[in-house]
T-cell receptor, first 114, second 109 residues
């Protein structure tokens, strides 16, 4: 099946710094990628939908200036958490749509902000 | 968006069948029913999906009610590796997928 990778798998940063998370589709082209956030013992929450070559669409309550999404190619989308704070600590997961049918999920990136 | 309702948790014995229910009474005619499962600290793993007819694959079976207001994921012989949180999701026309709380399946040896 299709494979989606994320990098890094784990990152620890200081409060106030920015962190970039990459999501790659390894063996297919993904015109649409989705970013989710998951807090401990909770379900995944959709943050934004990223379309290649256009601006991302953010869910209500997600700050677009804080969570910058770039989908510059058909195999790469990036999520940058700007000026990270401890409350941004979470498990970030991307998903890529294939053939318009269903999504393949990445392994996730655990962000810890000190 | 159409929502799904699942039991918070279920238990099963190893090598016995497991039936995981999902209610989606507000499903629209074009919504696909997807099932994913998630192990701790991993991304969700695709299990199965369907629209109207029952579906079978190597991992599981999906039984969809005639009125489509409910569905059941069937694991024919549970193993310890099947212990996970199982999510029943409706994929809407705009193709995004929104997760509910899911069912935490515990498999006892």
């Amino acid at each position: 099946g299709a494979v989606v990778s994320q990098h890094p798998s784990r990152v620890i940063c200081k409060s106030g710094t920015s962190v970039k998370i990459e999501c790659r589709s390894l063996d297919f082209q993904a015109t649409t990628m989705f970013w989710y956030r998951q807090f401990p013992k909770q379900s995944l929450m959709l943050m934004a939908t990223s379309n290649e070559g256009s601006k991302a669409t953010y869910e209500q309550g997600v700050e677009k200036d804080k969570f910058l999404i770039n989908h510059a190619s058909l195999t790469l989308s990036t999520l940058t958490v700007t000026s990270a704070h401890p409350e941004d600590s979470s498990f970030y997961i991307c998903s890529a749509r294939v053939n318009g049918i269903f999504g393949y999920f990445g392994p996730g990136t655990r962000l810890t902000v000190l | 968006d159409a929502k799904t309702t699942q039991p918070n948790s279920m238990e099963s014995n190893e090598e016995e069948p497991v039936h995981l229910p999902c209610n989606h009474s507000t499903i629209s005619g074009t919504d696909y029913i997807h099932w994913y499962r998630q192990l701790p600290s991993q991304g969700p793993e695709y299990v199965i999906h369907g629209l109207t007819s029952n579906v079978n694959n190597r991992m599981a079976s999906l039984a969809i009610a005639e009125d489509r207001k409910s569905s059941t994921l069937i694991l024919h012989r549970a193993t310890l590796r099947d212990a996970a949180v199982y999510y029943c999701i409706l994929r809407s026309n705009n193709n995004d997928m929104r997760f509910g709380a899911g069912t935490r399946l515990t498999v006892k040896p």
